[in-house]
């Protein structure tokens, strides 16, 4: 990443126009040209900065749900674990944390059951208990990362 | 808000990702049988709705260099969670902060803030600066920080389409 990177990343995480040549006008505030834009968002994509360029969705405005589950793996089972997990469609991100419970993932779900039916079936198929901790209060959704 | 047909068309053709070439929305309009105004119309409306909450860049945290994530988590009375929460949020390096169940006896947090961060160390001393900004050390804590990532997509908006 370079300095012109970091002001690509920087400058569009606040949204992006909706208009018939959106990365022509995005390229304006950033001082870029249309092509040069594209080219490195497709690079920032390719290389693995971005995980997308594109929408943020929010299950919840349709009536879905996020759970956030956690697991206590043993060691030697972890990576056959991680497979099962991961293979659920529903699974939007799983991470390793330092804890005696040691994974922990969100389920995404068009309805609380769909996601606790998910949560059950993870249960059945590792073997290992899966404790569901649904968020019951929100204080805060912001994203204020400066690259 | 309910989706209309045209609408779930429009985000089955946006779940990749936005097309990047010169005319996005003329391209996800023909993919979902629209023309271009009426794909930024529909665009305008599902963000206005909150079923989109952003269009632009989905960032892997570690791949700009906040590598240190932390999830701080917090035994609180029931009476003080929702005050304590409130305040955690007003700190600029807490990204989200909820309340969720404990699930005794293994787990008696019930109030989770994420902090992130460049390093490790700072980022632990930042968190015992809050703790102590908000008369919090004294309570039962714990700090989590992540060592692996195996997935970072986001929600599908739809997870049983695949």
Same mark, same amino acid.
């Given at each position: 990443?370079?300095?012109?990177?970091?002001?690509?990343?920087?400058?569009?995480?606040?949204?992006?126009?909706?208009?018939?040549?959106?990365?022509?006008?995005?390229?304006?505030?950033?001082?870029?040209?249309?092509?040069?834009?594209?080219?490195?968002?497709?690079?920032?994509?390719?290389?693995?900065?971005?995980?997308?360029?594109?929408?943020?969705?929010?299950?919840?405005?349709?009536?879905?749900?996020?759970?956030?589950?956690?697991?206590?793996?043993?060691?030697?089972?972890?990576?056959?674990?991680?497979?099962?997990?991961?293979?659920?469609?529903?699974?939007?991100?799983?991470?390793?944390?330092?804890?005696?419970?040691?994974?922990?993932?969100?389920?995404?779900?068009?309805?609380?059951?769909?996601?606790?039916?998910?949560?059950?079936?993870?249960?059945?198929?590792?073997?290992?208990?899966?404790?569901?901790?649904?968020?019951?209060?929100?204080?805060?959704?912001?994203?204020?990362?400066?690259? | 808000?309910?989706?209309?047909?045209?609408?779930?068309?429009?985000?089955?053709?946006?779940?990749?990702?936005?097309?990047?070439?010169?005319?996005?929305?003329?391209?996800?309009?023909?993919?979902?049988?629209?023309?271009?105004?009426?794909?930024?119309?529909?665009?305008?409306?599902?963000? =206005? +709705?909150? %079923?989109?909450?952003?269009?632009?860049?989905?960032? &892997?945290?570690?791949?700009?260099? !906040?590598?240190?994530? /932390? @999830?701080?988590?917090?035994?609180?009375?029931?009476?003080?969670?929702?005050?304590?929460?409130?305040?955690?949020?007003? =700190? +600029?390096? %807490?990204?989200?902060?909820?309340?969720?169940?404990? &699930?005794?006896?293994?787990?008696? !947090?019930?109030?989770? /803030? @994420?902090?992130?961060?460049?390093?490790?160390?700072?980022?632990?001393?930042?968190?015992?600066?809050?703790?102590?900004?908000?008369?919090?050390?004294?309570?039962?804590?714990?700090?989590?920080?992540?060592?692996?990532?195996?997935?970072?997509?986001?929600?599908?908006?739809?997870?049983?389409?695949?």
């Amino acid at each position: 990443m370079d300095a012109t990177d970091r002001r690509i990343v920087a400058g569009l995480q606040g949204g992006f126009p909706l208009c018939p040549r959106p990365y022509a006008e995005a390229a304006r505030a950033l001082g870029l040209d249309e092509d040069e834009l594209i080219r490195r968002l497709a690079r920032l994509v390719e290389t693995g900065v971005l995980s997308r360029f594109g929408p943020l969705f929010n299950v919840e405005a349709m009536g879905g749900t996020y759970i956030l589950a956690a697991m206590a793996v043993p060691e030697d089972a972890f990576d056959r674990v991680t497979e099962l997990v991961n293979a659920h469609v529903e699974v939007a991100h799983n991470y390793e944390r330092e804890h005696l419970l040691n994974m922990w993932f969100v389920v995404a779900a068009e309805t609380p059951e769909r996601a606790e039916a998910v949560l059950a079936e993870i249960a059945a198929e590792t073997g290992i208990e899966v404790l569901s901790m649904p968020k019951l209060e929100e204080y805060f959704v912001g994203l204020r990362l400066q690259p | 808000m309910e989706l209309t047909p045209a609408d779930r068309r429009l985000l089955d053709a946006l779940e990749g990702g936005l097309p990047l070439v010169s005319r996005p929305y003329a391209v996800l309009g023909e993919r979902a049988g629209l023309d271009e105004a009426e794909v930024t119309r529909r665009l305008a409306a599902l963000q =206005a +709705a909150g %079923v989109v909450k952003r269009l632009g860049l989905v960032v &892997r945290h570690h791949e700009i260099g !906040y590598r240190a994530n /932390a @999830m701080t988590v917090m035994d609180v009375p029931d009476d003080q969670v929702d005050a304590v929460g409130e305040r955690l949020t007003r =700190a +600029a390096d %807490v990204t989200l902060c909820y309340r969720r169940p404990r &699930r005794l006896p293994d787990w008696p !947090y019930n109030l989770f /803030a @994420m902090v992130h961060g460049r390093e490790r160390e700072a980022v632990l001393a930042r968190i015992d600066e809050l703790l102590a900004e908000h008369g919090l050390a004294d309570l039962p804590h714990a700090v989590l920080f992540s060592t692996r990532r195996f997935k970072q997509r986001g929600a599908r908006y739809r997870a049983e389409a695949a």
